[in-house]
Nanobody, 118 residues
Framework: QVQLVESGGGSVQAGGSLTLSCAASGYTYSSYSMGWFRQAPGKEREVVAT????????YYADSVKGRFTISRDNAKNTLYLQMNSLKPEDTAMYYC???????????WGQGTQVTVSS
C-alpha cells in the first residue's frame, strides 16, 4: 500500500533553514503529483507547494515564494522541501501528499514538525 514518511523537521531560529524529505513506497512514484502541506495549531491545513510527476512544473503558496523550493528525485522515490529564511509563522506540522493527476484519492504522510522561534 501507499506509504509516505516525512523527515527533516526540527526547531530553528528565524532566518534559518531546513530541508524536509518524504520517502514514498508502495506505488509508482513517478506517476503521481506530490505536494507539501502544513497545518498550524487551530488552523486549517494549507498547501505549501506542489510538483507534477516529471518535476517540471511547480506551484508555491504566496507566503513561501522565493523562500521554499520543492523538488523530487524519481529515482529515489523521494520528495524534498528546501526551506530558507524561515519565519515564526512557518511553524506547523508539515505533511507530504501524493495524488494521481492531482485529484482524489489523496495519500498522506504522518507529518514532521517544524518550529521556528523568533
Amino acid at each position: 500500500q501507499v506509504q509516505l514518511v516525512e523527515s527533516g523537521g526540527g526547531s530553528v531560529q528565524a532566518g534559518g533553514s531546513l530541508t524536509l524529505s518524504c520517502a514514498a513506497s508502495g506505488y509508482t512514484y513517478s506517476s503521481y503529483s506530490m505536494g507539501w502541506f502544513r497545518q498550524a495549531p487551530g488552523k486549517e491545513r494549507e498547501v505549501v507547494a506542489t510538483i507534477n510527476p516529471g518535476g517540471g512544473s511547480t506551484y508555491y503558496a504566496d507566503s513561501v515564494k522565493g523562500r521554499f523550493t520543492i523538488s523530487r528525485d524519481n529515482a529515489k522515490n523521494t520528495l524534498y522541501l528546501q526551506m530558507n529564511s524561515l519565519k515564526p509563522e512557518d511553524t506547523a506540522m508539515y505533511y507530504c501528499r501524493a495524488s494521481r493527476f492531482g485529484i482524489s484519492p489523496y495519500y498522506w504522510g504522518q507529518g514532521t514538525q517544524v518550529t521556528v522561534s523568533s
